[in-house]
């Protein structure tokens, strides 16, 4: 109590000087930032699997490991995947994994219903989704279909990647193609969206279901318990969360989903690029609106979980616009810039501060399909800017957060307002402080006081990803026009900070 009486004292004497005041108690860090926070998503959609990661184990133009293109394995790794979802989004629930695996010339085709009716040959299934996975350091989320799928199909999906050899006909299958020890792979979601695309259930209905489907999944990781992520709620449906929560015995689920996506209008999105201030202001807005999904649902999983046992996983997130102009619509290509640098700045400090309900969280989606980390062209990949934010962030993968007290100027924009600043805080095993800080505010620089309590520091350092526009974005001509530089705007005074923040900035601090 002590403690929290001068940490409200040091927040009110620093309002006095300064308008934005950031109060950070060093000492009082209790949660772990799950690495898996800064997880990703990747769809059989467009040309994130085939001609984004899968350019074929016989292409001789651009350099590759099975048909998995190097330059964008060796890009991820650098990023830190922690954890990969796949192969849906709605497609999972349409997914038959028995046709990918095998000779590949033998394998049977699937129609994409949901993305541009393509029809897909299966040449990348389960050995080259988590073979993938290995190579780049990251763990697999299988994404099950149990809206067209059958109990039997999922149980033997389990026992291909997971039963050690010579277990079951399944994991002597997987042996003849090609893999002898197990994947273990632990995170499995039970369906997808089932309220829409994965079936269009009632909330009643799916928890019966997934009751069905996962006592059946078993336990095929090395003694390791699944964690298995039921479909959630589509942003502010509570009232799936809370049937769920009432109707799932919770040592059958580990994690309930969540997905939002920062959009405008689902009938008319605005582009990616070239949008106008409006179209800017609604879509931060939008994300932002996250703080409030996640306090929600949180406080509806408290009511069932006061312990927290079962994670809230944001397993779809992020900005969604119109397609590029001349692209095909069922395939959600779109250009990334500064704003998309600003949702996914505010979104991950929401995230960190939430660490003690959200375990997992996927950005929608990895390479060429909305929000991406990675756009690709020919032989060519750029960096999208919010790859440069989910770099800078990685600093915070499994340290303990920080509480802070934050007070912020205000983005003003016609008669609406939203908070100008956002900031999140760890320190690291090593015992080194990170402070992520993003002003979403495009014209007003923002001056910050920020009092750092409970620990004594003596240097700061910082990196910044910012562009005189928040329309601007990295182009195949000019793949390096935004990318973080040294930040020296933050000086270190008795252990206070004065940072100055310039408009629309991501600015990540190390403390030491
Ligand atoms: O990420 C694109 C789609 O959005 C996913 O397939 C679906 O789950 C969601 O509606």
Excluded at 479 to 508: E, S
């Amino acid at each position: 109590m002590k403690k929290l009486i001068t940490v409200m004292a040091l927040f009110i004497v620093a309002n006095v000087f300064a308008q934005n005041a950031i109060v950070i108690s060093a000492d009082l860090g209790k949660d772990k930032i799950n690495k898996n926070i800064y997880g990703h998503f990747a769809e059989h959609l467009g040309n994130c699997i085939y001609n984004g990661f899968y350019v074929g184990d016989t292409n001789k133009i651009i350099p590759n490991t099975n048909g998995v293109r190097n330059d964008l394995i060796q890009a991820l790794k650098e990023l830190k995947v922690p954890v990969l979802r796949w192969p849906g989004g709605c497609f999972a629930d349409t997914y038959q994994w028995k046709d990918g695996v095998g000779p590949k010339d033998k394998r049977p085709s699937i129609v994409n219903r949901w993305w541009g009716g393509v029809t897909e040959d299966n040449s990348f299934g389960t050995h080259d989704f988590l073979n993938m996975c290995e190579l780049m350091g990251a763990d697999p989320y299988l994404a099950a279909n149990v809206g067209s799928g059958t109990v039997q199909n999922l149980i033997d999906w389990t026992q291909y990647v997971n039963g050690k050899r010579g277990t079951s006909p399944m994991s002597k299958w997987r042996v003849e193609n090609g893999r002898v020890n197990p994947w273990n792979v632990k995170i499995w979601g039970v369906g997808n969206e089932a309220w829409g695309c994965g079936g269009n259930m009632k909330p009643e209905y799916y928890a019966n279901i997934y009751r069905q489907y996962s006592t059946f999944m078993g336990d095929w990781t090395n003694g390791e318990h699944l964690f298995r992520v039921a479909s959630g709620s589509s942003g502010s449906d509570y009232n799936w969360t809370e049937v769920l929560m009432r109707d799932i015995p919770h040592n059958l689920m580990e994690g309930i989903a969540l997905h939002h996506y920062a959009v405008i209008d689902w009938n008319a999105k605005g582009p990616a690029t070239g949008f106008d201030e409006k179209q800017y202001f609604t879509i931060i807005r939008n994300a932002l609106q996250m703080e409030e999904l996640v306090t929600k649902h949180s406080t509806i999983m408290d009511k069932y979980d006061p312990k927290k046992k079962v994670a809230l996983v944001v397993d779809e997130w992020g900005g969604w616009y119109d397609v590029e102009p001349g692209t095909n619509p069922g395939f959600l290509y779109q250009q990334n810039t500064i704003r998309d640098a600003m949702i996914a700045g505010v979104t991950l400090n929401i995230f960190n501060n939430h660490c003690d309900r959200v375990k997992m969280a996927n950005l929608a989606q990895i390479v060429n399909v909305l929000q991406s980390v990675i756009l690709t062209k020919g032989t060519a990949i750029i960096k999208t800017p919010t790859y440069h934010v989910m770099e800078m962030y990685n600093v915070h993968q499994d340290a303990t957060m920080l509480p802070l007290h934050i007070k912020t100027n205000e983005y003003v924009f016609g008669n609406e307002k939203l908070p100008a600043v956002s900031a999140s805080a760890s320190k690291d095993s090593l015992g080194v402080t990170h402070i992520s800080l993003v002003n979403i505010d495009p014209a007003k620089a923002q001056d910050i006081s920020l009092e750092m309590r409970g620990e004594k520091y003596t240097t700061v350092t910082g990196r910044i990803l910012s562009s005189k526009k928040v329309q601007d974005f990295n182009s195949f001509e000019n793949p390096d026009a935004i990318k973080p530089v040294v930040f020296n705007g933050a000086k270190l005074n008795n252990n206070k900070l004065t940072i100055q923040l310039p408009p629309n900035a991501v600015v990540v601090l190390t403390l030491k």
